[in-house]
């Protein structure tokens, strides 16, 4: 088989890398692609939006499979100019993608159909949005509707900065067309969880657990960022958790997706909060995470491939997920300054230790040729990702193989996994 993946970040590079054991692909594209996934795969200079020179490559080539990474292009319909197009592609269409483009359509939803998650109202006036603010208990959280690159969230502490949020959200334009609309949501406290699955229109297969730590400093502090670091399983994610989910919120997801005539092929990210009141949904995505994919994908027994297929085909059902018994801790090596102005283009250095080991994986995100080096080329650069017996081992192992590799700026939070590892 001849696969394309499209998208250019680590979850690209683990999702190339998991494809190229599968003994039935035979050649991997990629566009864009980066330094890291141009070993596996032959790299393409098409952008992940460009959807028509896109498809007329996956034509042209006999693309048997396409599998799409970023959030943007499926919501924006790629999956629906390729099927037009005759070709096969793993994704939901872009009226199901929605489910993560559209905060106020997945908040409705889950209204409609009774799946756990925070109280919440719409607005698109603003000043009907600040009046509301006035009888809410704080803290408060805000939502863009839109794509907002990961930043689309505030949590106010007090009217003042709530009533500033949504001037900075819905006047100033600050996320732009995504803050047309704007859902005030209750504040949730508990242990956070992401959990993934496989679905096929009708069934879902979720994988194991993992959490982001979506903070630029040690200690969750700093800026939001797309993610600095992950872990998997998460050990507060019970089977008692597990089966409650199952029954109140993936299925449950699934089945309104297609009672409103939506159904929804492809990965479903589901963020969920583990409050005392049980878990509920704080998002849903129609992807896989970055960097959730680095921990999840690599303790994956299936053939990654098989699995697109069976969901693309309807017949997820017959399928058994299966994953290792272990652990794995991905640690994103970042330019200095990262998630506001880093410098770019500086040689890296270290990256063929990675080579033939196998407990250590280099996810490569921002990172590009330049003549005979590989160069920084964006915020998150690499993804150092490590499998042991626990999450200790692979702790510890993840940290010993970041200093593996050199960069000018390199920066990386020092606390991912610890305070799991510590219990
Ligand atoms: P989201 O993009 O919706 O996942 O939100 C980004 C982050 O904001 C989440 O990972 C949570 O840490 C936080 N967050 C979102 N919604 C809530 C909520 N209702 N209560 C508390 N924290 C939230
Ligand atoms: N790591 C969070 C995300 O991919 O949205």
Redesign the pocket.
Known sequence: MKVLVIGSGGREHAIVKKIALSPKVDKIFSAPGNAGIAKDAVCLDIAVNDFEQLADFAVKEEIDLTIVGPDDPLVAGIVDVFESRGLRVFGPKKNAAIIEGSKVFSKELMKKYNIPTAQYQTFDDPKEAVNYLKTCKYPIVLKADGLAL?KGVLICNDFNEAAEGVRSIMEDRKFGAAGNRLVIEEYMTGREV?VLAFCDGSHIKPMTSAQ?H?RAKDGDQGLNT??MG?FSPSPFYSKEIDEFCRKNIYQPTIDAMKAEGRDFVGIL?VGLMLTEEGPKVLEY?ARF????AQVVLPRLKNDLVELCEACIDGRLNDVELEFEENAAVCVILASEGYPEHYEKGFPITGLEKFDNQKDYFLYHAGTKLQGPDIVTNGGRVLGVTAIGKDLREARSRAYEACDWVCFPGKYYRKDIGKAISDL
Do not use: I, L, Y
């Not at 995470?289 to 959730?292: C, F, H, K, N, V």
């Open positions: 990961g992401s982001d979506k797309g993610g992950t990210f995505n995470g970055d960097p959730e």
